[in-house]
């Protein structure tokens, strides 16, 4: 009974002393560091993720010479100078070479992939960018012999010009006739539409309509195309039954649910702790436009926040086998909904609210 007395002592004695130093902390960065340091660790995960990220990152630039993110980013900088009004006789030559040394190792371990579309879009950029830009300076006509060198030794790729893939992964016009059909008030409507559902009907989902949803999703804008994030999804019984105690928030409804897909970011994408943020926004855009796809298909969602907590965040670890840069940013649960079921009206805030211009 003493030992329990004091223990509760110490403990409340702990939180007036985190709070009379987070009243003082805040209004200094370094201050803020050493709180953070000294009484609160809730930071420590996302810091480790960060660096393990970072020197994974930098490991397979500078090691290995095959970093995918990196080629992705750089293939995108390069189609955004390609589209550029007036385009420049000369660009990315800073970053031209670090760009062939990524795509040496990247098209030597993956050039088989046919069903791998971003092989293309390497190539016909890459093309694209030699044939504007290649014989006006030395340094870049050099790295534009490398590029073609790398494609001719390993020559038993696929036909990158002919059949359908002639139509080249390039920055192109985007014509009236090519929009979709879709219009304000249909696509208002769907939003609306769209709401967190938490009761199912006990019916299998098909793969190939949650595949469906994915490809919808993999079309979000991402940060220089990275996409730094992955769908691990579980359709298991037992395993839906385990990892759907790991968010809180599911008390009540979670056997309910049939599939739980966890978002996944992965922070090898990133060279710098500048970037850090990108995965939650990157991971946020995808997932909407994964929500607003199920509901064109008669199935419904509902996302479900995960908590940075150290004991939620092992377990989740643990049963997702992730590693030390791959951060759970997200959840969400899926099914055909259960028309007995309510869902909340959820109001949201009115558009004065939201809105500013300038």
């Given amino acids: ?43 420590a995960r996302e810091q480790q993720a960060v660096l ?22 750089n293939v995108h900088r390069i189609e955004k100078g390609l589209l550029m009004r007036p385009q420049r006789a000369v660009f990315a030559k800073d970053y031209i070479k670090e760009t062939i040394d990524s795509f040496d190792g990247v098209w030597k371990l993956h050039h088989k992939d046919s069903a791998n579309s971003q092989l293309k879009w390497f190539y016909d950029v890459l093309s694209e ?6 014989d006006k300076d030395e340094f870049i006509h050099k790295q534009g012999k490398r590029f073609r060198q790398i494609i001719e030794t390993n020559s038993e790729v696929i036909n990158l010009e002919a059949g359908p893939s002639a139509i080249k992964s390039i920055p192109y016009h985007r014509l009236e006739s090519s929009r979709s059909k879709i219009d304000y008030d249909e696509f208002y409507s769907l939003c609306r539409q769209r709401r967190s559902v938490r009761w199912f009907v006990d019916k299998p989902v098909p793969r190939e309509l949650i595949d469906k949803a994915v490809l919808a999703a993999n079309q979000a804008p991402s940060a220089c195309n990275r996409q730094p994030f992955e769908f691990r999804i579980i359709d298991n019984k037992d395993e839906v039954n385990e990892v759907v105690k790991y968010p809180m928030g599911t008390t009540g409804y979670g056997h309910s649910i049939p599939v739980m897909i966890v978002i996944v970011g992965n922070l090898d994408a990133y060279f710098d702790e500048r970037d850090r943020h990108v995965i939650y926004i990157d991971a946020s855009l995808a997932s ?24 939620r965040e092992r377990k ?20 055909y909904p259960d028309q007995e079921g309510k869902v909340a009206f959820s109001e949201k805030r009115p558009i004065d609210h939201i809105r500013k211009y300038n």
């Fill in 288 to 311: 909407m436009t994964l929500m607003l796809a199920l509901e064109t298909m008669g199935l419904s969602s509902c996302s479900i926040n995960w908590p940075d907590m150290e004991d």
């Fill in 129 to 134: 960018y030699f044939n504007c830009a290649g």
């Fill in 52 to 73: 393990a990220g970072k020197v994974k990152h930098l490991r397979e630039t500078e090691e290995l010479s095959a970093n995918y993110f990196l080629l992705v980013r």
């Fill in 1 to 43: 009974m003493a030992k329990h007395i004091v223990n509760r002592a110490v403990s409340k004695a702990g939180k007036i002393l985190r709070k009379k130093m987070s009243e003082v902390s805040y209004k200094s960065r370094t201050l803020s560091v050493l709180y953070y340091f000294l009484f609160d660790k809730s930071f």
């Fill in 316 to 335: 989740m670890e643990k049963f997702l086998k992730l590693e030390k840069h791959q951060r759970p940013i997200m959840c969400l649960g899926l099914g």
